[in-house]
């Protein structure tokens, strides 16, 4: 899940990200629930909702719905990061160098 503000054309601007890869569903599972929880802020002009499915496989999606909740839900945000892959998408400018 992503959101994006006024200038995503330009991906200056992803205000918050969540992708779910701390807790990365392998292999045959019986259906599971799914949640992402993100700040959408004022400005913001888009929701990206999305699924990977990586290898061989199928992934079926179901009962997709957005929900407004309080500031008393806690944002979801990565437990850990094997990868070492960052939280949010950084330098999508490309002015910074690495």
Known sequence: MRIDGPDSASNKSSL????NE???LTGTTDWQ???AVLDV??????V????????Q???YIADVHVDV????????EQRHHASGLLQRPTNL?????V
């Open 16 to 19: 918050a990200f969540y992708n």
């Open 22 to 24: 701390d807790r990365a």
């Open 33 to 35: 629930a799914q949640d």
């Open 41 to 46: 802020a004022d400005h913001a002009t888009v």
């Open 48 to 55: 990206l909702i999305g699924a990977i499915l990586s290898g």
């Open 57 to 59: 496989g199928s992934l």
């Open 69 to 76: 909740v309080g500031p008393e839900v806690s944002v979801t």
């Open 93 to 97: 400018s490309f002015e910074e160098s």
